[in-house]
């Protein structure tokens, strides 16, 4: 058994530190710098990364855990009337 975090867990089920230093439990995922990778933390204290970017119609941002995220630049709304009618934020109409 080793600490992981404040507890003590089994070896095989401690959690990963990252590059940055920062401490992540296993299933955790989190982006990296500029939103450029996500990355996640597997058993073993393994990390795992991959390729990531975020749409064209959002930045990276943090919230306010200071978490990295995409976070829209655009909102739209949709209506809806009648028996029913809907407008869907895209411009689509469906009538049912």
Avoid: M
Wanted: with cysteine.
């Amino acid at each position: 058994f080793v600490l992981s975090d404040s507890q003590c867990v089994p070896l095989d089920k401690c959690g990963c530190l990252d590059s940055e230093g920062e401490y992540h439990d296993v299933g955790d995922s989190w982006l990296t710098d500029k939103c450029a990778e996500s990355c996640s933390c597997n058993l073993g204290g393994k990390i795992t990364c991959k390729d990531h970017s975020c749409n064209p119609n959002s930045v990276c941002a943090l919230d306010k855990y200071g978490d990295l995220f995409c976070q829209p630049t655009k909102f739209d709304r949709c209506s809806i009337s009648g028996d029913p009618h809907y407008r869907t934020f895209d411009g689509f109409s469906h009538h049912f």
